[in-house]
């Protein structure tokens, strides 16, 4: 994918002729030129999809096994230190690859990435003999899907007793011999919102329907003579079901990363705002306007190693024990943090605009108003903090909750959280461009920012970060506690720390 982008601009026939300035003209390009640029996009799409979605529970794979104490240990440090790697990156992205881009063009600028990508996938595969490769299993998707319908195919059927565990079908050699009888969050979540009210049948718990599609009913028919289902949209083992109902358990508290993930993708509306604001931190030296995101970035990293190098000793010397963070905890103080730079944001711009109007620029948004973007900086370190707890402590939330064999989910869920994020952002942004122009009005989102109402607009992103936050209270106390807290506990425990 990073190969056909480059091609675009070293092959002069991939890509349209530059526009004619003078007769204000330009060709638009041809049906082959758009397909090779859209084949690159989607091209690294797929590759950032397979990367992403897999790299971290990679990594986490390659960790050695030791004791439940170590493991934690290591893994909470793998995590943080994962995220830094990346920070580091995208810091690198931002300023060194951007700063080859605007100065020696745009040839050059893909051809630095493209060569970067090559060397990572030469060493990856250079060093291949060296990873501990987990056997693939069949496609979770697919398991879900089968869990489902052979649920409501067996509708009708009556669990049998608990003490009956032949009826249960299980892998030979599982541990799990039989379903659970809770969903931890049915009765909570569930009941209010009665999405498994099945009344006319036997059972009217989410979870005691999902069992039902594990239950054998005749084993002449639903077993092969190896054991093994004869038909698996009708018949699904006990693993499937419970990978099924750890994926339910987490969704209320999943949803709870949307809101913070929706602040995080106002860039453009940052970048609009922060380019009418005196960038200048030397009399000859000014920040890009696109540039700003970095101290986000450089927050991100910095609170990291300040927390676990610096916060927790100094805690833990204060209290006389090891001090630790819960991951609800971390994931909420994250919330908290988001919830903060949006209502700085909110403040900051209230004042560019009143500035602005001040000074007679109102019908000239382009113009520079006599306000340091700097003030902006707080703004982007609670940010940049806030995601660094709430994104870590998800990561090590649905690692911890969720099966072992679902890992590349649990490292997928706090991505699919940001794209759904980025979706529910454009759809406010709609949403608020439609209502607040109504009856001759200017949009609070409107294209002259001197004339629109973006502090308004942040501060309704206040609103909704602190609703979610109350929100994530609710999904906290219902889920109850979690094997990632329980793990912490047994941490304390190892280092003599006890419940007073």
């Not at 026939?13 to 330009?26: G, K, L, V, Y």
């Not at 973007?373 to 370190?381: D, F, G, N």
Request: glycine letters at 8%.
């Amino acid at each position: 994918g990073m190969v056909l982008l480059w091609m675009t601009t070293v092959i002069p026939q991939a890509r349209p002729p530059p526009c004619d300035h003078f007769s204000d003209s330009c060709r638009p390009p041809t049906t082959t030129q758009l397909l090779l640029l859209y084949s690159s996009f989607g091209l690294m799409s797929i590759g950032a999809g397979g990367i992403r979605s897999s790299a971290i529970a990679f990594g986490a794979d390659q960790l050695g096994k030791g004791d439940i104490m170590t493991e934690a240990s290591i893994l909470e440090s793998y995590f943080s230190w994962y995220y830094v790697a990346t920070s580091v990156a995208t810091i690198l992205s931002v300023t060194f690859i951007v700063y080859i881009q605007d100065n020696m063009g745009w040839n050059v600028g893909f051809g630095v990435p493209a060569i970067l990508m090559f060397l990572a996938t030469l060493s990856f595969f250079l060093a291949s003999s060296f990873y501990v490769k987990s056997k693939c299993n069949t496609s979770l998707l697919d398991g879900f899907a089968q869990v489902l319908v052979a649920s409501y195919r067996n509708r009708h059927v009556k669990l049998p007793s608990q003490d009956t565990r032949e009826m249960y079908y299980h892998i030979t050699g599982s541990k799990l011999l039989m379903p659970s009888e809770k969903l931890r969050f049915t009765k909570e979540f569930v009941a209010a919102l009665k999405v498994c009210s099945f009344r006319k049948y036997d059972n009217p718990c989410l979870s005691r329907f999902l069992n039902k599609a594990c239950v054998i009913r005749n084993p002449k028919q639903d077993l092969t003579t190896e054991g093994r289902a004869t038909d698996p949209w009708r018949l699904c083992n006990v693993e499937q079901v419970e990978e099924l109902k750890s994926l339910f358990k987490v969704t209320p508290l999943w949803s709870t990363g949307i809101i913070i993930s929706v602040t995080l993708f106002q860039d453009s509306i940052a970048v609009l705002l922060v380019k009418s604001m005196d960038r200048h931190i030397a009399s000859k030296f000014e920040i890009p306007a696109g540039s700003f995101s970095v101290f986000l970035v450089i927050s991100f990293t910095l609170w990291i190693a300040l927390y676990k190098h610096v916060i927790l000793p100094l805690a833990s010397k204060i209290k006389g024990q090891p001090a630790r963070l819960s991951l609800k905890q971390k994931m909420g103080i994250g919330l908290l943090f988001g919830c903060l730079s949006t209502a700085i944001f909110a403040s900051v711009e209230s004042l560019r605009r009143e500035i602005a109007i001040q000074e007679g620029l109102v019908d000239i948004p382009q113009a520079m108003v006599s306000i340091s973007a700097m003030w902006l900086l707080p703004h982007y370190v609670l940010a940049g903090i806030g995601v660094a707890f709430n994104a870590i402590g998800q990561v090590e939330f649905y690692y911890s909750e969720l099966p072992t064999s679902m890992s590349s989910i649990a490292s997928t869920l706090c991505g699919v959280g940001n794209s759904a994020g980025s979706l529910v952002a454009s759809s406010i942004i709609s949403t608020v461009d439609d209502v607040t122009k109504r009856g001759g009005e200017e949009s609070w989102v409107s294209s002259n920012i001197n004339k629109g109402h973006y502090d308004y607009y942040y501060w309704l992103l206040t609103g909704l970060s602190l609703a979610n936050f109350v929100y994530f209270l609710a999904c906290s106390k219902a889920y109850g506690p979690c094997e990632g807290e329980g793990m912490s506990k047994i941490l304390d425990e190892g280092n003599g720390v006890t419940d007073e």
